[in-house]
């Protein structure tokens, strides 16, 4: 399987975006699915995950209640809906995936990973 990030882009402060993640080569049905993100001159960190059928989400903290993991399989595309944007979530997001179908949020378990999609949020 292989992932493709978009959707990132531009916003102002308080608003709203949602990335998505296309998987090609094969189905998505058994693997988890997470969102990470690199803000600037900081390592990647987890932001949010989720099992293989949407049952099990996780969350960072800093970013519950504003944004929103889903998937839908049968299109083979997983999302992440970022309300409430803030200037500290400028940052690059990455989706990952792994043949397993509990949820988790350590990057090192995750075997594939799509290229990235920036994200700025600026007045």
């Known amino acids: 399987v292989q992932l493709q990030a978009s959707g990132g882009g531009l916003v102002e402060p308080g608003g709203s975006l949602t990335l998505s993640c296309g998987a090609y080569g094969g189905p998505i049905n058994i693997w988890r699915f997470g969102w990470f993100r690199q803000r600037p001159g900081k390592a990647r960190e987890f932001v949010a995950a989720?099992?293989?059928?949407?049952?099990?989400?996780d969350y960072e903290d800093a970013v519950k209640g504003r944004f929103k993991i889903f998937r839908d399989n049968a299109k083979n595309e997983v999302f992440l809906e970022m309300n409430d944007l803030k200037v500290e979530d400028t940052a690059i997001y990455y989706c990952?995936?792994?043949?397993?179908?509990?949820?988790?949020?350590?990057?090192?378990?995750?075997?594939?990973w799509g290229q990235g999609t920036l994200v700025t949020v600026s007045s």
């Open positions: 990952a995936a792994q043949n397993r179908r509990d949820v988790a949020r350590d990057e090192s378990i995750y075997e594939e």
């Open positions: 989720i099992d293989w059928i949407g049952l099990m989400i």
